[in-house]
């Protein structure tokens, strides 16, 4: 089992920046970011991958592309989502996430924990 504490949501206005952060209990091959607009299904957002055969991979949904960057440190087990140029569509609860195999990039039925949720909501 693996517990996952995010933080970091808030209210900002369009073009202002945020950082989620995702503390892990334990050692994942794949954490990631999800979120979920209401009225909408939950959506992939970022992903990174590490191991010390393949190194590090990073993925970004097309939407985030530019504007989103995902980094993890692998000595504190921490993924952190840095958002920048956010638009009102980015409002939505943001899931952290693990996973261990599956689809590149990851999908929801990929993942294996889920954290609690983050609110970010982007003012016009």
């Known amino acids: 089992q693996v517990q996952l504490v995010e933080s970091g949501g808030g209210l900002v206005q369009a073009g202002g920046s945020l950082r989620l952060s995702c503390v892990a209990s334990?050692?994942?091959?794949?954490m990631g970011w999800f979120r979920q607009a209401p009225g909408k299904e939950r959506e992939f957002v970022a992903a990174?991958?590490?191991?010390?055969?393949?190194?590090?991979?990073?993925y970004y949904a097309d939407s985030v592309k530019g504007r989103f960057t995902i980094s993890r440190d692998n000595t504190k087990i921490t993924v952190y989502l840095q958002m920048n140029s956010l638009k009102p569509e980015d409002t939505a609860v943001y899931y952290c996430?693990?996973?261990?195999?599956?689809?590149?990039?990851?999908?929801?039925?990929?993942?294996?924990?889920w954290g609690q949720g983050t609110q970010v909501t982007v003012s016009s």
């Open positions: 334990g050692r994942t091959y794949g």
């Open positions: 996430a693990t996973y261990t195999s599956g689809s590149v990039p990851p999908r929801v039925a990929d993942i294996d924990y």
């Open positions: 990174i991958t590490w191991s010390t055969w393949s190194g590090r991979s990073t």
